[in-house]
């Protein structure tokens, strides 16, 4: 390892490293801007400090206190997503809006996971959510022609981002990869049978691990079956999630067991996660306390509700969204290996 690279990122030997990343990332974001703005997106600025952060089950936020004139201190937390002040501003009567700004989340730091994050999250009302997949792979090729980038490379994948993407649904995929018939585990409304997906996994000789719930080794066989294949060669769509596994998404009207929900993977790695957006507050608050009670049982802790997103809901239009990790879209675009290769700056360890 050189000195460059041991170095603190400011030093001026390892940011004359990092500084042509650092500028491409720059021309990337100044076309996604710009691309925005010829399709009439407006672009919005969200507060980060949240009464509730986001109602996923395995996400963790970083929690603080807003103390008030009266020196009264209430919880309060850094976003992990614009996407309840967005639906707001749907609600409000926005139509086609854009987010490009910090999130947050906690637990997570690795080559593609970073404490404070930027994150691209974009919304059309009254739209099909194959119009927003077709966004997301129109930006993944206007970052690769930006920087010029004949190939995505991640570790041991490579993917052509100019190339035709693939698409395949999640209970495709699983057939394929790993042999396993997931809708024959749910019922017609789309409840999961734990007993049942165990069955699978002993069925194509997997080893079943010790948490035995239908969520868990739906992302078992996700990570060790499925997720390695993704991306490879070309970009892949990977849609019509399980409904207990699309909180925020609406059900197909053909499938009560799946949703609106979509993955895009490159090379190996998860770029965009979208929907077609959930507008009935009754199904979404039943869902929001179903992931509660999930991460009370799995990490003892709970976050509030956001009945103002709640109550919002009721005002929302159809809609579609998605969110993108901008900084592993710059990653692939420069070829770099590590997210933090691509940050101006990165948290402190």
């Given at each position: 390892m050189t000195a460059s690279q041991t170095s603190p990122w400011w030093h001026p030997d390892r940011h004359a490293d990092r500084r042509p990343a650092l500028?491409?990332?720059?021309?990337?974001?100044?076309?996604?801007?710009?691309?925005?703005?010829?399709?009439?997106?407006?672009?919005?600025?969200?507060?980060?400090?949240?009464?509730?952060?986001?109602?996923?089950?395995?996400?963790?936020?970083f929690g603080t206190q807003m103390i008030g004139n009266d020196g009264v201190g209430q919880g309060m937390y850094l976003h992990t997503s614009?996407?309840?002040?967005?639906?707001k501003l749907l609600a409000a009567g926005e139509?086609?809006?854009?987010?490009?700004?910090?999130?947050?989340?906690?637990?997570?730091?690795?080559?593609?996971?970073?404490?404070?994050?930027?994150?691209?999250?974009?919304?059309?009302?009254?739209?099909?959510?194959e119009a927003v997949i077709a966004d997301t792979l129109a930006i993944i090729r206007l970052a690769a022609e930006v920087t010029g980038i004949?190939?995505?490379?991640?570790?041991?994948?490579v993917c052509?981002?100019?190339a035709e993407a693939e698409r395949i649904s999640v209970a495709e995929a699983f057939e394929h990869f790993a042999g396993i018939d997931l809708l024959a585990t749910m019922?017609?409304?789309?409840?999961?049978?734990?007993?049942?997906?165990?069955?699978?996994?002993?069925?194509?000789?997997?080893?079943?691990?010790e948490d035995r719930r239908w969520s868990y080794l739906f992302t078992h066989v996700l990570v060790e079956k499925?997720?390695?294949?993704?991306?490879?060669?070309?970009?892949?769509?990977?849609?019509?999630?399980?409904?207990?596994?699309?909180a925020l998404a609406r059900r197909v009207p053909s499938d009560r067991r799946v949703s609106e929900r979509f993955e895009v993977y490159a090379a190996g790695v998860e770029l965009a996660n979208g929907f077609g957006e959930l507008t009935d507050a009754a199904e979404q608050r039943v869902r929001f306390e179903a992931e509660m009670a999930e991460k009370q049982r799995l990490y003892g802790e709970r976050y509030p509700i956001d009945e103002d997103f709640l109550a919002a809901l009721d005002f929302m239009p159809e809609a579609s969204g998605v969110a993108l990790g901008f900084d592993r879209l710059v990653m692939l675009a420069t070829g770099a290996q590590r997210i933090e290769a691509v940050l101006w700056a990165p948290v402190a360890e």
């Open positions: 500028l491409a990332r720059a021309r990337i974001e100044a076309r996604l801007r710009g691309w925005l703005a010829e399709r009439d997106f407006l672009i919005v600025d969200p507060p980060g400090l949240q009464r509730s952060p986001g109602n996923e089950a395995h996400l963790h936020a614009p996407e309840f002040t967005m639906k139509s086609r809006i854009a987010s490009l700004q910090h999130v947050w989340r906690n637990r997570e730091r690795s080559a593609l996971h970073h404490p404070e994050f930027t994150m691209l999250e974009w919304y059309r009302a009254g739209a099909p959510y004949a190939r995505f490379a991640f570790r041991d994948r052509d981002p100019l019922d017609d409304d789309g409840e999961p049978d734990d007993a049942a997906l165990a069955e699978q996994l002993v069925r194509v000789g997997m080893a079943l691990p499925v997720e390695p294949e993704l991306g490879n060669g070309r970009v892949t769509v990977l849609d019509r999630y399980p409904t207990c596994e699309a």
